[in-house]
């Protein structure tokens, strides 16, 4: 128990600077209106228009690569793209413009792990 504890306190001050780096990394992130990527249009436009809906939260920058229903991305390029993020057990379906519960994706589908699934612009 003692040693758990003591692990603890290690690991404390690496969580703390690691959520400093992550706030120094979103500086970092590409902005479209900054710097207009030319392949973007293959990819879906923001389907949040003006708010979330129920099953997504507001964030600055959603990134591009959301979970879907087929897919999960290790990486991904650093673009802000949404401004919303599907809450968490929720992943984006690509077919029905949403964030739906993982639960409730066609069944027919596995999801894979793959290097880079881009969705959104
Ligand atoms: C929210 O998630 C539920 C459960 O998957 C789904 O049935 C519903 O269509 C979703 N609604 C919206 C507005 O995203």
Request: proline share 7%; aromatic share 8%; net charge neutral.
């Amino acid at each position: 128990m003692a040693r758990l504890k003591s692990l603890c306190l290690l690991l404390l001050p690496a969580l703390l600077m690691n959520s400093v780096t992550s706030t120094d990394d979103e500086d970092h992130v590409v902005n479209h209106d900054v710097d207009p990527d030319p392949g973007r249009i293959k990819y879906i436009w923001n389907p949040f228009l003006g708010f979330c809906g129920e099953n997504a939260s507001m964030v600055r920058c959603g990134g591009v690569c959301p979970e879907t229903c087929a897919f999960k991305s290790l990486r991904c390029p650093k673009y802000c793209g949404v401004n919303c993020a599907c809450k968490p057990r929720y992943v984006y379906s690509e077919q029905l413009n949403l964030c739906i519960l993982k639960s409730d994706c066609p069944k027919d589908i596995e999801q894979k792990v793959v290097e880079t699934h881009r969705v959104f612009q």
